[in-house]
């Protein structure tokens, strides 16, 4: 007998439903098990835990140096001089307090942890060098910071250099949301030398002041939950992953489920190298005595005994099969008013690429005027200059669409957008990719003609014809390239010229087609301006029937 609030055992319950025609699937009780465990288990008070911190900003503008002077201040080193990092992700202690600091290289890292749902900087050092203000990446990593919504501490960095100009950096950030506290805005700034160690300190101390404010926690008496920040197959240990504990301890022997994989903790190394048998929140470990090596952002929890951590990770890897052979739940462009309508999406955010910076402008000021009471469109970055790897995780982590005007995304970054099932759409006047928005806001969307690429060519040499005009000595390495179809002469990424394909040969004679892996010369129509290393698309129209 057992009452209405009663569980029973699995054995029972398989009983029981197969009298009313069920089947008990075992797997889901164990997935939920993990659930209670981890919300069921919390022991303790929780605590204030120190705050994990990543560096980023454009390349040169000092970065390495930073971290490197922010590491002289720890402590705990005292006589050795200078700590040897062996993992991504280290912990220092100062006079100001505890911060950990995960060393992913550059913004992409951070956002692919994010597209991978996990989210674990608390908060973001952005430097900027005094000498040389805003650059690309610095706009990147803001965007990308600002997405993720974690709080930025600016710091200006150079200060030491005759060139350097403070004002006009904070002006700079300024226009991007980022308005310095002595100016009314609410970021923090810390002017910095990293070469003479000027301001170091302050920055270590501004880190705590954010830190307190996002009042961090976690309760280190239950089981240890974490995420991976890095992981790889070591010769001699087998496979290693650096695991950032966020709530719990970690102790040697604890069992473990990681993204598809399962283990027990063999043995757990701090960043400086050395055996440690328990880690609490926010530090980093390696830990050894996994089933194989799981990915960066992958989920990392300690369950109760060794049967659950494999039941659990097989399920996921069976899962994770599974969710690649289908199911593409990202928003696009065609599903935005369905998923409206399901209540999924209240903003539409889009990136965005143009080969000039008017159209950006133009563009970002017209998308946002399209805002509706039930959707509101917002532009998470923009840029000139060809679609990026970067860009692609951004919109897959931040669940957006790409427009790009004038731009195409080289044939990585567009494998890397069909994998990561992000929209990608190209357009070459701003009120055509308006149009589309509009239409899909309203479930109106229904191109009548679409643009299929056919294939590729690159410009391997030039020939000058007389009468003719240039004819491009091109391999074809995508797809095909056909006679009288439309093509676009891509230089860097960016469409230079939209015309015809005039003419194809292979050797001496008239070709219809060129497929992929053979040589070819083609001439342009009404164009004469290619150059060796440009690219030429290939596209053709085809009719789409009117979908509703
Ligand atoms: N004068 C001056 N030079 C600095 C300062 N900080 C860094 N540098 C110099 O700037 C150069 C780049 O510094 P890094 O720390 O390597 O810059 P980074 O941002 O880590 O560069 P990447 O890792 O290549 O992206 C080095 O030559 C440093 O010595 C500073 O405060 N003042």
């Not at 006079?95 to 992409?108: Q, R, S």
């Not at 990147?140 to 100009?165: F, L, T």
């Not at 060519?457 to 014809?465: G, I, K, P, Q």
Request: with cysteine; aromatic share 4%; proline share 2%.
């Amino acid at each position: 007998m057992a009452t209405i609030n009663q569980s029973v055992d699995v054995e029972t319950a398989i009983i029981l439903a197969a009298d009313f025609g069920y089947d008990i699937e075992q797997g889901i009780t164990e997935e939920i098990g993990i659930q209670m465990l981890n919300e069921s288990e919390s022991g303790g008070e929780k605590e204030p835990r120190s705050p994990v911190v990543t560096v980023m900003g454009h390349v040169d503008h000092g970065k390495t140096s930073i971290l490197d002077a922010i590491r002289k201040t720890d402590v705990a080193e005292g006589e050795a001089g200078g700590i040897t990092q062996h993992i991504g992700a280290y912990h220092v202690r100062s006079n100001y307090g505890d911060v950990t600091f995960v060393d992913t290289p550059g913004h992409a890292a951070f956002t692919e942890m994010r597209s991978r749902g996990a989210q674990v900087t608390d908060i973001v050092i952005l430097v900027v060098a005094a000498d040389d203000g805003v650059m690309d990446q610095t706009r990147e990593a803001i965007s990308h910071s600002q997405a993720a919504g974690v709080p930025i501490i600016v710091a200006v960095n150079k200060i030491d250099k005759d060139n350097a100009d403070i004002d006009r950096v904070k002006r700079e950030l300024a226009e991007l949301d980022l308005s310095p506290e002595d100016w009314g805005g609410d970021t923090m700034y810390c002017e910095t030398s990293a070469k003479k160690n000027i301001g170091i300190d302050e920055l270590m101390e501004l880190i705590q002041l954010q830190a307190e404010m996002l009042e961090l926690k976690a309760d280190r008496k239950r089981k240890a939950r974490g995420r991976v920040v890095e992981a790889q197959l070591h010769k001699g240990r087998g496979p290693v992953a650096t695991v950032l504990v966020q709530d719990g301890t970690l102790r040697t022997g604890d069992h473990f489920v990681v993204g598809q994989f399962s283990g027990k903790v063999r043995a757990m190394l701090d960043f400086k190298g050395q055996k440690i048998e328990e880690a609490g929140p926010s530090i980093p470990v390696e830990v050894q005595g996994i089933s194989g090596v799981p990915s960066a952002g992958d989920e990392f929890i300690v369950v109760t005994d060794e049967k659950m951590a494999r039941s659990v990770s097989q399920k996921r890897a069976l899962k994770a099969r599974e969710s690649e052979l289908g199911a593409n739940t990202k928003i696009s462009l065609d599903k935005l008013f369905e998923q409206m309508q399901e209540g999924e999406v209240q903003e539409l955010r889009v990136v965005l690429r143009s080969d000039v910076q008017g159209t950006l402008e133009a563009f970002a000021k017209a998308a946002e005027e399209l805002s509706t009471d039930e959707i509101k469109v917002k532009v998470l970055h923009e840029g000139t200059g060809t679609i990026t790897e970067s860009d692609i995780l951004l919109a897959s982590a931040s669940d957006a669409v790409i427009i790009g005007f004038n731009v195409r995304p080289s044939v990585k970054v567009k494998e890397l957008a069909q994998k990561e099932s992000v929209d990608v759409r190209s357009y070459d006047v701003i009120y055509h990719a308006l149009d589309d928005i509009k239409k899909a806001m309203v479930g109106m969307l229904e191109p009548t003609f679409k643009e299929d690429i056919i294939g590729l060519a690159e410009v391997r040499e030039t020939f000058h014809v007389p009468k003719v005009g240039t004819i491009a000595g091109c391999a074809v390495v995508d797809g095909k390239i056909q006679r009288n179809a439309g093509v676009r002469v891509l230089r860097e990424g960016v469409v230079i010229y939209t015309g015809k394909i005039e003419s194809l040969r292979r050797f001496k004679d008239d070709v219809k087609e060129v497929v992929s892996g053979y040589e070819c010369g083609i001439g342009v129509e009404k164009f004469n301006d290619i150059k060796v290393g440009d690219n030429l698309e290939a596209y053709v129209m085809t009719e789409v029937e009117a979908t509703l």
